[in-house]
DNA sequence: GCTAGACCTGTAACCGCTTACACGTCGCGG
DNA sequence: CCGCGACGTGTAAGCGGTTACAGGTCTAGC
């Protein structure tokens, strides 16, 4: 019994006689013999493991993201590292050479920051890369997203179609590409109706709820007058609720309010939260399939089949005709 | 310029001249040289990995926990593996089994519902284990957790002490033991202010939204009287409150809300939540404090240093004093 | 009965690093 | 002037698997 002939047998590779297979078996029982990943890892070059690089996993809308990688990374029997790089490039740049070191086998990431020069460096080991939901400065990578931009225009016509004509929008960080989509959106809907553009309606916030509560005390210091909010993320979304509740202003009857991703509790705010739904979950898998083909695939530059999903609109109870109130 | 020499030198392990090491330095840059983690592993016999084993990242605890977990590790340069079990016992043990073989440095996990066999098997490998949040029927793991029973009762006092007396409870799964120590807590609180028990205003939810709605639509349902409602966590509360507006109660003018975790977006729903808040970041943090200095010390058992935090109430708007309505 | 070939199994090289140890060089004190 | 220790560096043996290849046994065909 020499370890070629175990580490066939428990690798199904190669033919190992019936009697010889049991004699193994019952030697691993009595043994608690485990297989060390790590020596196999070495020859094979290949360690089963997919790295996730995102800016916060506290962002309620990247658990889903996660949870979908990770439903079919563990399909696929990969398994999954998880990396929070707060969007600070020097954190990203640590992780990437410590994921060279660690040598993954793919790489996914939602948004990083770096230049392309920088990621370039890791990819050319011949690691692939998938981006997800936010782009990265990468074009050969291969992207899955949903349509920002054509969420938002979907979330403005809602507004329009419901009367509104003094529709704010609380942006989220300029900087970010989906940002800047999910605005242009916003302004095409807003001009394909003719609606005058007013650039005091458009503050800029963070996609956090501070941001949305601050963005719409700006909106309702500067006494600029609006019916309805547009925020480009549910948490902006619920802080501009709850900016909009704190000043007197009752959601939807005063003043509308659509956000864009559809957290699991946006079904749970009060009011419900209309919104544009991203199908988080799938959006996961699809990366982690695209990846995995990748891998599969060998040469580290996966053939470029971007995804893009749509972002249905989410009807609930923070919008309602125009003067209803 | 041996292989032996480079290792010392990037290890700063064992002595080079300054000459052979600009030589070297000079050579990695050239050849962008990166050393293979895999290999280093296979000899030192460590990873610089650890995993975090839990229910669901989808939970909104959940990531904050996950977030000082990384954060404490990613200082020591430790990086995580995560792994998401949805408290399956099959999923538990095939991912304990691939730790193993991954050979990770220790886990962190919470509420593992595989019994403490099972995970025997795994620790007696020399793993070290930590768990955090939730119990594991492994005691001589460490434990790091709020201290369920007594944030449970101070929830309780705080609805007393407002006049409250028919004060429903909304359970979490009553198979996990913080579910029945966060019970405990409520109706400690309640006996300890003479307040008579009533089974009818026990309802059993699952610390989901769904079942915070539909334990009080149950409660509705059977025209039982109450004033108030303890409900286990932050999300049980929120779909109590989305119940209770369902049904044309107000929050907290008709009925008083308080929750439990104290999730970030606890503070922006309408009305913001009163909560227990449970410190997930720095029990994250301590965790993996815990952890990295079990594994220092080398043998798999840590020293059982349990450290249970307060949660302290964070009295917000969802509660009011009894009859202001 | 002999041999070709199928079928198992063992031998040994190798994956890329760490590290015990051997070795050579040098400076120093005696 | 010699010997010794300190200091740098190289050699080689693993770490625990995988896998190319060699070899041994057995069956079947001639």
């Given at each position: 019994m020499s370890t070629a002939t175990v580490s066939r047998f428990v690798n199904r590779a190669g033919p190992v006689a019936g009697p010889t297979g049991k004699r193994i078996e019952t030697a691993v029982l009595a043994l608690g013999y485990r297989p060390n990943g790590i020596a196999r890892s070495l020859v094979t070059k290949t360690t089963h493991t997919i790295a996730f690089l995102l800016p916060d996993i506290t962002n309620p809308f990247f658990p889903s993201l996660v949870k979908g990688v990770q439903l079919l990374a563990n399909e696929r029997s990969y398994v999954l590292l998880l990396c929070s790089t707060l969007s600070d490039p020097r954190k990203e740049e640590e992780y990437l050479r410590l994921l060279q070191a660690k040598q993954v086998d793919g790489i996914l990431a939602v948004g990083l920051v770096l230049p392309r020069s920088q990621i370039e460096r890791f990819t050319s080991a011949g690691v692939p890369l998938v981006s997800l939901d936010r782009d990265i400065d990468y074009p050969s990578a291969p992207r899955v997203h949903v349509n920002h931009r054509k969420g938002a225009q979907v979330a403005t016509q809602h507004l329009l179609a419901l009367g509104h004509r003094a529709i704010a929008h609380v942006s989220g960080p300029p900087q970010l590409r989906v940002s800047r989509e999910r605005l242009a959106g916003y302004e095409a809907a807003l001009s394909a109706a003719r609606v005058r553009r007013d650039e005091r309606l458009r503050v800029t916030g963070d996609f956090s709820e501070d941001g949305g509560y601050r963005g719409v005390e700006r909106l309702l210091g500067e006494a600029v007058h609006f019916t309805a909010v547009f925020a480009a993320n549910d948490l902006s979304a619920i802080g501009a609720i709850a900016a909009l509740k704190a000043h007197g202003r009752r959601v939807p009857e005063d003043v509308s309010v659509v956000g864009f991703?559809?957290?699991?509790l946006a079904a749970y705010t009060s009011p419900p939260l209309t919104t544009i739904h991203q199908p988080a979950l799938e959006m996961g898998r699809c990366a982690t399939e695209i990846l995995i083909q990748a891998i599969a695939d060998g040469q580290g530059r996966p053939r470029s089949n971007d995804r893009v999903f749509e972002g249905p609109l989410i009807v609930r109870d923070s919008t309602s005709p125009l003067g209803r109130g």
């Open positions: 991703d559809d957290i699991h």
